[in-house]
């Protein structure tokens, strides 16, 4: 019996369309492969945008009105004073009435050292003030009903005037928010720890706080233009509300794609 098989112009045949075939396989698995990446890039960076401002908004609004200040040669960095708890006061002391501070108890609060009472702070010299509308608080002991009363470290300390409102806060040290040139990229970090100090420390010092976090990455501010910059500060009065406005653009690497994320964090007023 006479057996048949493959020419060779067969065989080449079956070879072009299998390279073929592969050649169009690698390309679609190479295309799936790029969107992937770039779907991935994208998300991580849209991720890290939304935790930086999510973190910033949640510690900017609960901050202490008239506390926001910038430095800087083009406002990279902002400094506030986080608020912990707060309410209404029965007395503090001040130049006409010299007595013992009482405060209502606040709800869901726990006692730190280092914790201070803030009354009447209506602007950042106020809050960063060594004496008159912010004091150290030694000891918190009960009063009579729903009240507490506050013991200062200093003795002699007098707040200079009453709120209206009758309004205190109780406050913890200073953060800052940065954006650092590094290199050829440009980072966001947050410090704390670092302490109360009347002028506001530029990124130097910062960059040895105890507590130095990175917050993001990949950022692409144009100093160079003020309706760019990264912070921007409103300060709130006896009867408007305060505004920080924060603009923070991200940049993918190796590409010239960016996204702009901006916010606008209401605070309360300064009453």
Do not use: K
């Not at 501070?101 to 709800?107: D, G, K, L, Q, S």
């Amino acid at each position: 019996m006479r057996m048949r098989g493959f020419t060779l112009v067969e065989l080449i045949a079956v070879m072009v369309i299998l390279s073929v075939i592969s050649a169009g396989t690698f390309a679609y698995l190479r295309l799936s492969g790029l969107i992937f990446i770039d779907v991935t890039e994208r998300d991580a960076l849209i991720q890290e945008a939304r935790f930086a401002m999510e973190r910033f908004s949640r510690e900017a609004r609960a901050s202490l009105p008239g506390s926001a200040r910038l430095t800087g040669d083009n406002d990279e960095c902002i400094e506030f004073v986080p608020v912990v708890a707060g309410g209404t006061y029965v007395r503090i002391p001040t130049a006409s009435l010299s007595n013992d501070a009482r405060i209502v108890t606040p709800a869901n609060y726990t006692f730190l050292s280092g914790d201070r009472l803030a009354v009447a702070v209506r602007n950042s010299a106020q809050a960063y003030a060594t004496s008159g509308y912010i004091y150290e608080i030694d000891a918190l002991n009960s009063g009579p009903g729903d009240t507490l009363d506050v013991t200062l470290s200093d003795s002699s300390a007098l707040f200079a005037t009453q709120s209206m409102a009758q309004r205190y806060r109780i406050v913890r040290e200073p953060i800052s928010w940065c954006v650092i040139e590094v290199g050829n990229t440009q980072q966001l970090w947050r410090f704390s720890g670092y302490g109360w100090q009347v002028s506001q420390p530029d990124v130097s010092p910062l960059l040895s706080a105890p507590s130095a976090q990175l917050m993001g990455q990949r950022l692409d501010i144009q100093f160079a233009d003020v309706n760019q910059r990264p912070f921007q500060v409103d300060a709130p009065t006896l009867r408007e509300q305060g505004l920080i406005q924060v603009r923070l653009r991200f940049r993918r690497p190796n590409t010239d794609e960016s996204v702009l994320f901006y916010r606008e964090v209401v605070i309360a007023n300064a009453i």
